[in-house]
Every structure is written in structure tokens, then in C-alpha cells.
Nanobody
Framework: QVQLVESGGGLVQAGGSLRLSCAAS??????????MGWFRQAPGKEREFVAS????????YCAYCVKGRFTISRDNAKNTVYLQMNTLKPEDTAVYYC?????????????????WGQGTQVTVSS
């Protein structure tokens, strides 16, 4: 059974930073053959795409990467994907979800995935 477990969320003041991690586990599961992504869902809103990265890490897509505010990365040896979030704003408050799929296009364009994590709460205070 595949599990994606997010960590690193919490309460931070506006302008601060957080680094989310998503650790994958499963008897034979390796993220090295999967595209990985991050999504978020704020209260009362639909889930939205944040960032994705292809299996090798050579290609990334990011909705909030202007001026390096968010950066997605991966370490296949550790079966882990990361989301570095800088200059956080109150509107970044949401539950952040990790996802895995064979196709980065499915994550990025369709917002669908084969596997989802349970989410980690990020709260940015003003």
C-alpha cells in the first residue's frame, strides 16, 4: 500500500518561510518513476494546483514561483519531495497535499493523481 505523508506545516507569521516534506512509503513504491506535486485547499475553496515536478526533477511547474516564492524539489534516494515556501502571505493559509502520478501533465493540467497524502495545515498570520 502506498502512503504519502506530509510534514512541516504549522503556524508562521506573514513574511516567514516553511519547508514542507512529503515522504513516500510502500513495499515496492519508489517516487523515482513518478511525477510529484503539491496542491492546497483553503477553507471554503476548491483544491488548487501549487507545483509539480517530473520524475527526474528536470522539469518543474509552479503556480506561485514568481520571485522564488515557492520552490519544488525532490530527492529520489530519500523517496521525498519538498516544497520550500518563502515570503508567506495570509492567503497561503490552506491544507497542503502531496500527490503522485505517472504523468506530470495529469497533476499539472488535470489536478488528478494516482496517490494523495492526508495533508498538512499551513497557517499564516498577519
Amino acid at each position: 500500500q502506498v502512503q504519502l505523508v506530509e510534514s512541516g506545516g504549522g503556524l508562521v507569521q506573514a513574511g516567514g518561510s516553511l519547508r514542507l516534506s512529503c515522504a513516500a512509503s510502500g513495499r515496492t513504491f519508489s517516487i523515482s518513476t513518478y511525477a510529484m506535486g503539491w496542491f492546497r485547499q483553503a477553507p471554503g475553496k476548491e483544491r488548487e494546483f501549487v507545483a509539480s515536478i517530473n520524475w527526474s526533477g528536470g522539469t518543474t511547474y509552479c503556480a506561485y514561483c514568481v520571485k522564488g516564492r515557492f520552490t519544488i524539489s525532490r530527492d529520489n534516494a530519500k523517496n521525498t519531495v519538498y516544497l520550500q515556501m518563502n515570503t508567506l502571505k495570509p492567503e497561503d493559509t490552506a491544507v497542503y497535499y502531496c500527490a503522485a502520478d505517472e504523468l506530470v501533465s495529469r497533476l499539472t493540467q488535470l489536478g488528478s493523481a494516482a496517490y494523495w497524502g492526508q495533508g498538512t495545515q499551513v497557517t499564516v498570520s498577519s
